[in-house]
């Protein structure tokens, strides 16, 4: 038996994470394919456009045959987190043969001699990444510079500046750090750029994710859903026109509260550090929108991705753990299952029999987490709450009864 993995958001779903599927089972000549998958709320930094339910969903009739959640507090961090935490889960399997991930023209030996770079950093490496946050650049860009002085080609910053080249980085650091035998795979992506909001229908099957969601924003059209996303052009549809999506004028109010009540302890989060949590507090307002605030406390020290996930982090109170300071050591007690085929049994009987992390295929077998440490309670917690908030904001804007995280049991089809 062969598996491949792949670490995703599907924020929502869409054409070109299908062919990187195909893709991926073509290349590999994979029996199954798992996705370990970010929950209801992203990496960017925001709530996912619909609930992880419906995304595992899409992503199973897509070609998935196992989508298992990230931790909340991880899916939600830096590239490095988010990278760590995926490859760590794949490789606690004990069944993933190869990670697959897009990129527009890095091969695996351009992310495999950069990947080498950031974990030994070399003096000279060192010296210039000192430099450059002595002189003020923030850390992507000071990163960026050291890089060009020990590898002094253009392509290095092309990379450094591609959050899908990012994250292959920090998936290549992460497998060199576990000394995992999971081989890493390169799918070449096709269509619209990662972040780009421009599609044009006629000539591009493959939209981004950003596009997709800026489609759903303004009402979702089925016609123009169903040349982006086709298998899941009629779930996306019945979400928006149900009120059933989230995005941050749905938090803002919860923001404003949480600065309001926490102003003596905001520098606890997750991200944080105590130049940025005054001047939050001396320059928010409640009422402001989502981009105003993220303008408003710009900071030259911080990417505005980063600002994302710490006014996330306030919100669904994500506190600095201890066990949360160096990426390359996180805890990853456990595998929570949102979704698999029927016919999956095979696979999911092998990672039962040689995974090194337990499979919760029901949520309220997370409640017997017992025989783990304080981190995988936090962890699970974390999960529970970030479920249930996310539920009870789209029940309300749909008119309905919110279902506890609890009794919720993973999509089969």
């Not at 339910?53 to 899409?58: F, Q, V």
């Not at 999911?348 to 025989?371: A, F, H």
């Amino acid at each position: 038996m062969k598996a491949a993995g792949i670490i995703a958001e599907y924020n929502p779903f869409h054409e070109g994470h299908r062919y990187h599927i195909e893709e991926t089972r073509r290349m590999t000549g994979a029996d199954y394919i798992i996705i370990v998958m970010s929950g209801d709320f992203v990496q960017r930094g925001e709530p996912a456009i619909v609930d992880k339910y419906l995304r595992a969903e899409m992503a199973l009739e897509g070609g998935a045959d196992l989508v298992i959640e990230m931790p909340a507090l991880y899916a939600t961090g830096s590239a490095e987190f988010f990278a760590t935490a995926g490859v760590g889960i794949m490789d606690s399997l004990g069944c993933v043969d190869y990670l697959s991930f897009g990129s527009e023209w890095a091969s695996v030996e351009d992310l495999s001699d950069l990947s080498d770079l950031l974990i030994t950093e070399p003096e000279e490496y060192k010296s210039a990444l000192k430099k450059g946050l002595e002189s003020g650049m923030n850390f992507p860009q000071a990163r960026e510079e050291a890089v060009f002085a020990c590898l002094p080609r253009d392509k290095w910053r092309e990379m450094l500046r591609s959050p899908n080249h990012i994250l292959a980085i920090e998936y290549m650091k992460a497998l060199k750090r576990r000394g995992s035998s999971i081989t890493p795979l390169v799918v070449r992506r096709k269509g619209s750029g990662y972040l780009s909001e421009e599609w044009n229908r006629e000539e591009e099957a493959y939209p981004s994710a950003t596009a997709l969601r800026a489609v759903l924003r303004r009402g979702g059209d089925r016609e123009i859903l169903k040349k982006g996303c086709p298998a899941c052009a009629d779930l996306l549809k019945e979400c928006m026109d149900t009120g059933e999506t989230a995005d941050w004028t749905d938090l803002m109010p919860y923001l404003d509260y949480m600065i309001l009540m926490n102003e003596r302890v905001l520098g606890k989060y997750f991200g944080m550090d105590y130049d940025l949590f005054h001047r939050i507090l001396r320059l928010h307002k409640p009422g402001m929108s989502f981009e105003e605030t993220v303008s408003l406390i710009h900071s030259k020290n911080y990417t505005d991705a980063a600002l994302r996930r710490i006014l996330l982090h306030i919100v669904l109170n994500m506190e600095e753990y201890p066990f949360m300071r160096e990426a390359s050591s996180i805890p990853l007690p456990y595998a929570r299952v949102l979704g698999f085929r029927r016919d999956a049994g095979k696979m999911i009987r092998q990672i039962r029999e040689k995974g090194s992390i337990p499979l919760l295929q029901r949520t309220v077998k997370g409640r017997g987490l017992d025989k783990y440490d304080r981190a995988a309670h936090i962890l699970y917690d974390h999960d529970l709450r970030c479920a249930d908030f996310y539920e009870q904001i789209t029940a309300k804007k749909a008119g309905r009864d919110a279902r506890s995280e609890l009794i919720r049991n993973p999509v089969i089809i």
